[in-house]
């Protein structure tokens, strides 16, 4: 089945201390984005990523960082977390940056204290 | 720079009315055009999209939208409301790799 994976679906910590989100799809997808979602505020681009080593900034992606070195795998680095990156987070991925349909994983919430 | 505006972050309709929804982006060159939707707890599912071609698209669930290139707008619409229609309605534009959504319309409907 193909599908956008990650993980951890719910995530509660504290302050500073550094956490690592997984993203995993098995579409062969070359582009693959890392979000956020907050109320009344709809999605936020944080990064994305075109192929295998290859990232840019998004519309937000001050305290956050990415790496792609497979290209099936995105994770989201939170080196430092603090309270304003509590937020529900979702990756997607797509056959290109055209016309093409995102595929969403199904979120995680992420609580920092 | 470019934005996505959605009027109305909720919007109430009866079962069997229309459904519209509004959106505007800002860019001097038309985009990739997008509506996704969110059904709680629950991540995005594309409705349908515009590229290139015929100005009125149809989608899943029998939504279609019509760009208005003169209009800068793309707006969202089902002649017939149904009950599993409520949900979150996001409009979308990708130009060169960045996306950027529209705040979003919480679709509520009533019997």
């Known amino acids: 089945e193909a599908q956008v994976t990650q993980n951890p679906r719910y995530l509660i910590t504290v302050t500073g201390k550094k956490l690592t989100v997984t993203c995993s799809q098995n579409?062969?997808?070359?582009?693959m984005s890392w979000y956020r979602q907050d109320p009344g505020l709809g999605l936020r681009q944080i990064y994305y990523s075109m192929n295998v080593e290859v990232t840019d900034k998004g519309d937000v992606p001050e305290g956050y960082k990415v790496s792609r070195k497979e290209k099936r795998n995105f994770p989201l680095i939170l080196e430092s977390p603090s309270p304003n990156q509590t937020s529900l987070y979702f990756c997607?991925?797509?056959?290109?940056?055209?016309?093409?349909?995102?595929?969403f994983g199904p979120g995680t919430r992420l609580t920092v204290t | 720079a470019q934005s996505v505006t959605q009027l109305g972050s909720h919007v109430s309709v009866s079962e069997g009315a229309l459904v519209l929804l509004r959106c505007n982006y800002s860019?001097?060159?038309?985009?990739?055009l997008f509506w996704y939707v969110q059904y709680p707890n629950q991540g995005l599912q594309l409705l349908l999209k515009?590229?290139?071609?015929?100005?009125l698209v149809k989608g899943i669930n029998g939504f279609e939208a019509e760009f208005k290139k003169s209009e800068t707008s793309f707006h969202l619409t089902k002649p017939s409301a149904h009950m599993s229609d409520a949900a979150e309605y996001f409009c979308a534009v990708i130009r060169g790799g960045k996306f950027q959504f529209g705040a979003g319309t919480q679709v509520v409907v009533t019997p």
């Open positions: 997607a991925s797509s056959g290109g940056t055209g016309g093409y349909e995102q595929y």
């Open positions: 579409m062969n997808h070359e582009y």
């Open positions: 515009y590229t290139t071609g015929a100005t």
């Open positions: 860019s001097s060159v038309p985009p990739y």
